[in-house]
């Protein structure tokens, strides 16, 4: 079921929301009208193995890579010296390219998660892929995988790109990426806001095969000439609806129209509200839906997070995270999220003069200053980070053991990111949620959606419990 309330949202920037970069003016580049069949219809459709098979949720589990390697494009991988090593090896039923099964080995990814054993073969058998999946649940290696054995590591050009709506998580994706393929010797790059932009211009003229960034950052590229698209063969947007939210649809039509229209194209996301269709239709072509979220509107918060929520007056709010802080273990670790910037640098300040070790991060601190926060919080050395959004979505920290909603979220798709920070992979985690008085809507529409049964009420000791 569509959330109306948040169609609006699809076109024009969340209002106060904590955006990554300013998105490009609506004025700017719009979109063609009716493009939409004239590409289909001109899309020069390269055959694909997956072309004799009807849309499918699931693909067959028992297909096989050819031998002789019948997909669109091989990887350029070296052919190999000795001739000994089989062209591919298997990781649980799915056919590598040894060096990314070796690097996948390294990274002790032993079998494929439930999402990559289903997304992972219609990708590489050259299908576009809508891929839904609770929080933490390998999505990055879902496509990043594909990608990295689509792209041509001995090649100059950027093949392949990925979208992203934050930076930190444009860094956090590009480093997993560079990782599955490191022994193919793919070269990765990072390429979003606030850091010198030299930096990244040195890195793109070496070349690399494939682009990892926020719209903004990789359209200003674009115009500076040190990024083309033009060879790119397989796009991906991550957290697709989280872009789209935040006014990114502009800079991501932007940047698809400039890209070949016979790449290949994936969207990813733990969330695919109504509102994301249009692009999908728009930009994928007969995409395989693998979609791992059985409810009927695709809310579904990771199965381990225990979920509780207080009812708190705002007045009160202070007091009450100071319980919750008392009261956790020595070794937790704890997202807090607030909604305003200014809410953030407040409760920063004011634990910290309680004695709290804790720091903030928002879309208005220093990008240096933000990595440095970051850094802390992932070496486990910070153990409570405040933060807007901005951290809401995608990043990967399995040390996180409870997220506490200081102000509630607006909508329940970021109730089911900010919670889906803990308890990744498997792990166990908690998330607290304070009530206030003005977030009975909200609060219904989360049990209402993510289930009664699902959140616990409780009593904070200030008011007796
Ligand atoms: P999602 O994008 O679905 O939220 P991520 O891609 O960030 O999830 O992955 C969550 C965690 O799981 C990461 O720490 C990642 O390194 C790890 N991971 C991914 N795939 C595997 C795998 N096959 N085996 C073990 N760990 C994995
Ligand atoms: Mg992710």
């Known amino acids: 079921m569509q959330d109306q309330s948040r169609t609006r949202h699809a076109a024009q920037p969340r209002h106060g929301a904590d955006t990554e970069e300013e998105p490009s003016s609506r004025n700017g580049e719009q979109p063609q009208r009716g493009n939409d069949s004239r590409r289909s219809r001109n899309r020069r459709r390269i055959p694909r193995r997956g072309d004799a098979v009807v849309k ?149 003229e070496r070349g690399v095969s494939i682009v990892v960034g926020t719209p903004g950052r990789i359209k200003d590229h674009m115009s500076r000439r040190t990024l083309d698209l033009g060879d790119i063969r397989f796009a991906v947007l991550d957290e697709a609806d989280e872009m789209l939210d935040i006014g990114f649809a502009d800079d991501m039509e932007f940047i698809l129209r400039r890209t070949p229209s016979n790449r290949q194209t994936a969207l990813f996301s733990a969330t695919i509200p109504g509102f994301i269709l249009k692009l999908i239709r728009r930009y994928l072509d007969d995409p395989v839906w693998v979609k791992l979220v059985e409810k009927f509107d695709g809310i579904k918060t990771a199965a381990e997070v225990k979920q509780v929520y207080y009812d708190v007056a705002e007045r009160d709010k202070e007091r009450a995270v100071r319980e919750v802080l008392d009261e956790l273990p020595d070794d937790a670790q704890t997202l807090m999220f607030r909604r305003m910037q200014i809410g953030v640098d407040r409760l920063a300040r004011n634990l910290a003069r309680g004695g709290y070790a804790v720091r903030g991060i928002h879309g208005g601190m220093s990008q240096r200053d933000r990595d440095r926060v970051m850094r802390s919080f992932r070496d486990g050395s910070l153990r409570v980070l405040i933060a807007t959004n901005v951290a809401a979505r995608g990043l990967d920290i399995s040390t996180i053991t409870h997220v506490v909603n200081y102000d509630m979220p607006d909508n329940v798709e970021e109730y089911v990111h900010r919670v889906g920070r803990t308890a990744r992979m498997g792990k166990e985690g908690t998330a607290i949620s304070f009530v206030g008085e003005h977030d009975q809507e909200i609060i219904e529409k989360v049990l209402g959606k993510v289930g009664a049964d699902v959140l616990e009420r409780k009593l904070l000791g200030i008011y007796g419990g």
Do not use: C, H
């Open 56 to 204: 499918r949720t699931r693909p067959p589990e028992s297909e096989t890579r050819q031998p002789d390697n019948q997909r669109q494009q091989p990887n350029g991988a070296p052919p190999r010296a000795d001739g000994t090593r089989p062209k591919y090896v298997r990781w649980g039923m799915i056919d590598l390219t040894p060096e990314i099964a070796d690097a996948l080995d390294a990274m002790r990814y032993v079998e494929p998660s439930e999402i990559q054993r289903l997304a992972i073969p219609p990708l590489l058998a050259g299908r576009d892929v809508v891929g839904q999946a609770v929080t933490g649940s390998g999505k990055t290696a879902a496509f990043g995988i594909p990608m990295a054995e689509t792209v041509n590591p001995r090649s100059r050009n950027v093949e392949g790109l990925v979208l992203v709506p934050t930076r930190e998580l444009a860094q956090q994706v590009a480093k997993e990426i560079s990782a599955v393929g490191s022994k193919l010797g793919v070269r990765v790059a990072a390429v979003y806001g606030g850091e010198p932009i030299n930096r990244q211009i040195d890195q793109l």
